[in-house]
């Protein structure tokens, strides 16, 4: 750590870890939910238990992004944070805000949450992912915006790197797409075009360009390669990213009622979304190759490489799979898009936040690497974590290919329930393959408790 | 990457592109939104369906459900339940939840008034009516 004030960062990412462990758990419930119905009803019904789960894993993921920029920006920028108490405010308001929405969420009913937190003065909830209270939704715009304003002085009156640029610019353009999730027109149609734009230009677009930047970073770091070298990879991956991110926007548009030329932008565009992602793995394996130094923190690197694999595999190959319109005619709405959307959030973004934490947390703590034990523990949670999470997406795959087999095809399709039935082996199996990511998670923990060995301290 | 491929020329086409590939999405945007009256019948709006869509969103039915495949995949599609069930149907069925089958997954009881259901089912009707490009495949969603 080269700048005291980097140190807010640590809150931020413990915090994300602890909601990361409560995201998992509740993806269990579900999982065990798929297969034995009434499991915990009516206590937590699946879309109590399914909101808990989404919300949980966004917020976790904007704590590790704060936290990355609060880590990373003081030390591209080579002066102290602009105001380290700004960001100690923002982080309890930002906790205190989750942890009241997501016991909202587990305490009264949904209708009577919306009422007591006036969606009747403007309806924003009760959709996909942005099921948040309106007070939930202005304090993520108020703190977001704190944050921005932190970080953006800070990097105004230090160095201007490439890659603090790049991570301000998707950080600016997270703040601003969220915006729409307060557009909620009564025309349905309206309403899922414009809230696309906060979902697909998030994960397919602005936060791709957190992620460059937060590898880049790490990158740099752990080889020691030349910057420019690095800075040129980052720029060519992000240009990629919009280039075929924006107009791949329309993959979303083939059934929704917009017009059908987005069946040829959508297909086109959003087939060549696996090329940044792919330029990703390469640029992350080359640049280890290239190393200039033996970073003694192995552990990161090995979360480093991960997450340009993974993110390849489950965005681009996921994400391709089932991405052309006559394709996604059959696919659209089946397990294949839960099977592609648990690898690609895991493999791009919880993957670049346990990247990130993995390099900065040791920092943070005083030391330049964990010991040889504490890495190895850490080094065996990411290959359970990734294998299960890899045995979950071929499981969800199986079964969706199943379900579209027997309900979407042939001259006597099933309905929606009987299907389900029909593939239940691959849900119990899905759900021992979450058990064993869960044992994964509990290894990662116990890595940060673990005394055994020395730490490395040299810088 | 080769010496002669600048980090300046790698930014050069990231802003470029970026911003050319925007204004392209406008563009785009603003014909769609032009057109959608055209599929989307919105004349049929009712202030039934306005409410309909309320009490949808109030009780997190997406948290289940799908509609016009978006949503959670726990429970049937339900952009054109009212085409597979009809009105009646509809009604019936969410008035006497949950099930209590051993073991199969249960819906809530939300209590809804007649009203509601009415409004519920505009809505599910006015959605089942939006040009989908023939979505879903067949009838079961």
Same mark, same amino acid.
Request: proline share 4%.
């Given at each position: ?15 994300? @870890?602890?909601?990361?462990? +409560? ?80 016991? *909202? ?12 937190? +006036? ?19 202005? *304090?993520? $715009? ?12 800070? $990097? ?48 397919? +677009? ?22 420019? $070298? ?5 720029? $060519? ?162 079964? *969706?290919?199943?379900? @579209? ?55 | ?84 069930? +009809? ?55």
């Amino acid at each position: 750590m080269l700048y005291k004030s980097q140190a807010v960062a640590k809150p931020y990412f413990i915090a994300a @870890i602890g909601l990361f462990v +409560g995201q998992i758990l509740f993806g269990l419930i579900m999982g065990y939910q798929y297969v034995v119905g009434d499991f915990l009803f009516p206590a937590i019904p699946f879309n109590v238990a399914r909101m808990v789960h989404t919300n949980l894993l966004i917020v976790w993921t904007l704590f590790a992004f704060m936290g990355a920029g609060y880590y990373l920006i003081p030390e591209e920028a080579e002066t102290e944070l602009f105001s380290p108490k700004l960001a100690i405010i923002m982080f309890w308001i930002f906790l205190v805000a989750g942890a009241l929405t997501i016991v *909202g969420y587990l305490a009264v009913p949904y209708a009577t949450l919306a009422q007591m937190t +006036g969606n009747d003065i403007l309806a924003t909830m009760g959709r996909e992912f942005l099921e948040q209270p309106l007070p939930t939704k202005v *304090g993520i $715009v108020i703190v977001a915006l704190a944050f921005l304003f932190n970080i953006s002085l800070t $990097v105004l009156k230090g160095r201007k790197t490439s890659i603090s640029l790049v991570l301000l610019l998707g950080l600016w353009g997270l703040a601003i797409f969220f915006l729409f999730s307060f557009y909620n027109p009564s025309n349905l149609v309206l309403d899922k075009y414009f809230w696309w734009w906060t979902v697909h230009l998030w994960v397919e +677009g602005v936060w791709e360009l957190i992620l460059g930047a937060m590898l880049a970073f790490v990158l740099i770091k752990i080889t020691g390669v030349d910057r420019e $070298v690095i800075e040129k990879w980052l720029y $060519v991956i992000i240009a990629m990213t919009l280039i075929t991110g924006i107009i791949g926007t329309g993959h979303h548009y083939f059934w929704i009622g917009a017009p059908e030329y987005w069946q040829w932008f959508g297909s086109v565009f959003s087939a060549l979304e696996p090329i940044p992602f792919f330029m990703m793995t390469v640029f992350a394996f080359n640049m280890v190759n290239r190393r200039r130094r033996e970073h003694p923190n192995k552990a990161a690197t090995l979360w480093a490489l991960g997450t340009g694999v993974m993110s390849f595999l489950g965005a681009g190959v996921w994400g391709f799979m089932h991405t052309l319109a006559p394709v996604n005619f059959y696919t659209h709405g089946t397990q294949i898009t839960a099977a592609h959307g648990h690898m690609a959030f895991f493999g791009a973004y919880a993957m670049v936040n346990l990247t990130m934490i993995s390099y900065a947390m040791p920092m943070l703590r005083g030391r330049s690497a964990n010991s040889r034990s504490a890495q190895t523990l850490e080094m065996w949670s990411f290959w359970l974590m990734t294998v299960s999470m890899v045995f979950i997406t071929l499981f969800l795959t199986a079964a *969706g290919i199943l379900q @579209i087999w027997l309900q979407r095809m042939g001259s006597n399709p099933m309905s929606f329930m009987d299907t389900q039935d029909q593939v239940m082996l691959f849900y119990w199996l899905r759900e021992i393959a979450g058990l064993v990511f869960f044992v994964g998670l509990v290894l990662y923990i116990w890595s940060f408790f673990c005394k055994k060995g020395e730490a490395h301290f040299a810088a | 990457m080769s010496e002669t491929f600048t980090k300046a020329m790698a930014r050069n086409i990231f802003y470029g592109g970026a911003v050319f590939f925007f204004l392209l999405f406008i563009a785009l945007t603003f014909d769609t939104v032009q057109s959608l009256p055209k599929r989307d019948h919105r004349e049929n709006i009712t202030d039934s369906v306005v409410r309909g869509k309320h009490i949808w969103e109030t009780r997190d039915c997406v948290g289940c459900h799908t509609i016009l495949g978006e949503g959670a995949y726990f429970a049937p599609e339900l952009g054109n339940v009212y085409k597979r069930r +009809g009105g009646e149907f509809i009604k019936a069925w969410i008035k006497s939840q949950p099930t209590g089958a051993p073991g199969r997954r249960q819906m809530p009881q939300f209590n809804l008034t007649d009203q509601q259901l009415d409004d519920l089912v505009s809505f599910l009707k006015w959605t089942s009516e939006i040009n989908t490009s023939n979505w879903p495949p067949n009838i079961e969603g």
